[in-house]
């Protein structure tokens, strides 16, 4: 039995994220996941290593079915009795409070993530569109996907809060078991792959880095540490899926200083998804840097041309992003409220298919309106007007990372 931790909950615990942090304070040992899988094993709990982690980075809480495995973790960290009963009683006020009407169901200015799914909506055929080549991708073997779309057309969003979820709920045959890995390119690329492949397996990001640099190729042996191939699996893909978001920058540093990242990055990525057995990668990309993409050969090599391209929405999937949120949040819009700010995206964009560098705007103006009518979505408290007027133009294009 540990010793009785002194660290208690915090009193202002109300998000996954101060959750997390706070389980992270009580790991005065150093302790990395895999040591505590191995120790709640011991004990009795099922519990593995991703699990823990989700629950340390603050992606997850403990579900009700899990709560005496979190018990066994607890006491592992030195927390019993009342204490723990604190932590659980804390896991099942945060995870109520994002199920309820205190939760705002608009991200504004912010991409979804995928603990945002159950607010994303208005992207189901895009979604469908993208689960469908990572179908074909996973019966051929393995390989890759380049999601296409224009600033601020929710690119990240698609696949975090739609693909990855849907990818959970196994709507690809065994995606529910997969192993998926997500960063953003930066313009080091292969610095991020080997921060986000040694963090998985609980090894030196600084290591994993030089064996990367070292040899590219390496990538398969480090995936295999996280989500080793099976004889059973062949020819189908692993089951495996790396997305590697804005990838346009690392194209755009090394047009501007070519130093070889790139090229070790791409080099990478194909022997992950070399098959049979192979990982698929979905890469996501700004639409401006296309022609950069499409001039390099070994990203064409990679992907074999095969892309999805994020297309504007129309009417109906845009009366889903105004009011399924809300809804789902049990708020009905007031009257006439979806036909208001139907007009007035209308009257901004002058088509019928809504020009997808407006929806940074669009989600803002909602966001503004439910924060200013208290929860209520009605036509006295909506800010779509001074949220596209607060705006130039260039800050339009530019208020969104997707």
Known sequence: MEPQNPALPFPEITTREAFGQALQALNTTGWTYR??????????????????????????????KLWDDFRVLLGHLGVYDEQAERWIATARK?????????????RGLDSYGTQDAPYFF????????????????HETGG??????GSSGAGKTSLLQAGVRPALAAGDVEGSAEWSVLSFAATPTPLTGLARTLADRADQSPDDVAADLRADPNRAAYHLDRIHPPTPASAPRGRGALVIVDQIEQA???????????????????QA????PGGAIVVLGLRADQYGAAQDNLQLQALTRGRQVSVTPMDDHELRAV?????????VVPEAGFVE???????????????????????????????????????????????????????????????
Request: proline share 5%; aromatic share 4%; glycine share 10%.
């Open 35 to 64: 040591d505590l899988m191995d120790k709640c094993r011991a004990s009795g709990a099922g519990l593995d290593h991703r699990t823990i982690g989700t629950w340390f980075t603050g992606s997850n809480l403990p579900s009700r």
């Open 94 to 106: 945060v995870s109520k409070a994002r199920n309820s009407g205190d939760v705002v169901p608009y």
């Open 122 to 137: 208005g992207r189901d055929t895009l979604v469908r569109s993208v689960l469908s080549n990572v179908r074909e991708l």
């Open 143 to 148: 390989g890759a996907l380049l999601v296409v």
């Open 251 to 269: 194209l755009i540093a090394d047009r501007e200083q070519p130093t070889g990242e790139l090229t070790g990055f791409l080099t990478a990525l």
């Open 272 to 275: 992950v998804t070399a098959g």
């Open 322 to 330: 105004i009011a399924e949120p809300a809804l789902k949040n049990g």
């Open 340 to 402: 208001l700010v139907m007009r007035e995206v209308t009257a901004r964009t002058d088509r019928t298919g809504h020009h997808t560098a407006l929806l940074p705007q669009l989600s803002h103006a909602l966001r503004t309106t439910w924060l200013a009518g208290g929860g209520r979505m009605t036509g006295r408290t909506t800010a779509m007007p001074a949220a596209w007027t607060a705006r130039s133009p260039i800050q339009r294009n530019r208020c969104s990372p997707d």
